[in-house]
């Protein structure tokens, strides 16, 4: 979780030019959430005093890993409520990811959400490890491994949706940040609302999983675009619901959606995205 909230935290280069290092990995794949949290952040750092509230992210290439990322903002609109702009990620040249940011100051207005989905309280539920223990010899051990998230489903996560009769397009999920909580602490408002674009990029993706009856690990799968609208600030400090579900798959790809809830049952955010299943 450090290092996650570490390199969200773009370096700025420029009046509006960052520098954003990735998080390396075995196939040094760069996370489609990642980056996405990383160009949010950037677009937030040239629009001061306003807070996120859409986000609408093309992510064109999978890029390196190994190497950072360099993004440009372009200040599109700077209005009294709200402030637009475009980002361009670019890695040796090539263009990785396209993105619109939308920005805005509070105001006063009529206020409704749809409630907070019947599930049960995440200590009632077990954690995603102990889950999925009867499959920790796959995969060199992927299914149990450490995370930066803790994981508790309401519904069963792709693994266990393999073994049942029937794939379910709905998964309900609890998940707040592992480990010290101290990290977050002194965290920018903007580094908490980056971590819903992070987790969202991993997980909502699970709902064309299991209607693929297929995981992670058994089939190649890109984020390709990525939108999401902000209702309130997270305060990561506990449980978020993500309340997921696939309603469409065709051609290769996966439509999923989702909708987050704080534990008070306010509305956080909506998702869609869409993922490409092929040869890469």
Request: charged share 20%; proline share 8%; hydrophobic share 40%.
């Amino acid at each position: 979780m450090a290092d996650i909230v570490d390199t969200l935290d773009v370096a700025q280069v420029g009046e509006d030019a960052f520098l954003a290092t990735q998080l390396d990995n075995a196939h040094h794949h760069i996370v489609g959430g990642h980056i996405a949290g990383q160009a949010l952040v950037a677009a937030g750092r040239t629009a001061p005093g306003r807070l996120p509230h859409s986000f609408h992210v093309f992510l064109l290439r999978a890029g390196d890993a190994r190497y950072p990322v360099e993004f440009e903002v372009s200040r599109l609109r700077d209005g009294g409520t709200l402030a637009t702009r475009r980002l361009t990620g670019r890695q040796d040249g090539q263009v990785l990811l396209e993105a619109l940011a939308s920005f805005t100051t509070p105001v006063d207005g009529l206020e409704y959400h749809q409630p907070l989905p019947e599930v049960p309280a995440p200590d009632d539920l077990t954690p995603i490890q102990e889950q999925l223990r009867p499959y920790a010899e796959e995969v060199g051990g992927y299914w149990v491994r450490p995370q930066p998230f803790e994981l508790r489903y309401a519904d069963p996560p792709p693994r266990l949706a393999l073994d049942l009769p029937e794939p379910s397009p709905r998964i309900r999920m609890w998940w707040r940040p592992a480990g010290d909580a101290a990290v977050l602490a002194g965290a920018d408002p903007l580094i908490h609302t980056a971590l819903l674009v992070y987790v969202s990029g991993t997980t909502v993706l699970e709902t064309t999983m299991t209607m693929r009856r297929t995981t992670q690990t058994s089939v190649f799968n890109a984020l390709i675009d990525h939108a999401m609208w902000f209702h309130r600030p997270p305060r990561l400090s506990d449980w978020i619901l993500s309340d997921q579900v696939s309603p469409s798959g065709i051609d290769g790809r996966g439509l999923a959606t989702a909708t987050m809830f704080n534990r008070g049952g306010e509305l956080l955010c909506t998702v869609t995205q869409e993922v490409y299943f092929g040869r890469g």
